[in-house]
């Protein structure tokens, strides 16, 4: 296993649609795992290949805290099914937007159709912070980042810090 280089906003390739992956081939295994030890040294919860520069509609997440046993899911082509009409805010922060956090509303609970890490179709019923998770890397493979549900003023505000900080490396 490797660990990749997380792009960061503003880079282009984050607003790029991911395509699907044809199969769960051995390349697809290796990026799933590749993608699993980056999020883990990031530290992250999810991570979306497009966020490692692979437009492919893979993502990974784990959603176990500190000293807890680790659960990684994997998912590729994942599609939302299902949406609650039932919306919560919850706090959301983003490998490719370091150090910003914002509170974000979205469907609290969803259903996923899915390819796993074996290539297996699977669905799952998702709520809490799963379904928050789930929804945030699909939007990554369709190139929609978390601070586009905010204020235009807001967004615009933390774009500049970014590209700020990005002449400053
Ligand atoms: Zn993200």
Same mark, same amino acid.
Request: glycine letters at 4%; hydrophobic letters at 40%; proline letters at 5%.
């Given at each position: ?72 899911? #994997? ?21 490719? &937007? ?39 890397? &699909? ?6 980042? #978390? ?9 615009? #505000? ?12």
């Amino acid at each position: 296993m490797s660990i990749l280089k997380i792009l960061k906003e503003p880079d282009p390739i984050l607003r790029k649609k991911s395509a699907p992956v044809a199969s769960v081939d051995k390349h697809i295994k290796k990026l799933m795992n590749d993608m699993l030890e980056t999020m883990y040294a990031a530290p992250g919860i999810g991570l979306a290949a497009a966020q490692v520069g692979i437009l492919k509609r893979v993502i990974v997440i784990d959603l176990a805290k500190d000293g807890e046993k680790k659960s990684p899911l #994997f998912f590729a082509n994942p599609v939302i099914t299902w949406k609650s009409e039932i919306l919560e805010k919850k706090e959301e922060g983003c490998l490719s &937007i370091p150090d910003y956090f914002a509170e974000i509303k979205r469907p609290n609970a969803c259903h996923v159709s899915y390819l796993d890490q074996h290539g297996k179709e699977k669905k799952l019923k998702a709520e809490g912070l799963l379904a928050t998770c789930i929804q945030h890397e &699909i939007d990554h493979c369709d190139g929609i980042l #978390f601070i586009d549900y905010l204020s235009k003023l807001k967004r615009m #505000f933390i774009s500049k810090k970014l590209a700020k900080l990005k002449k400053q490396q």
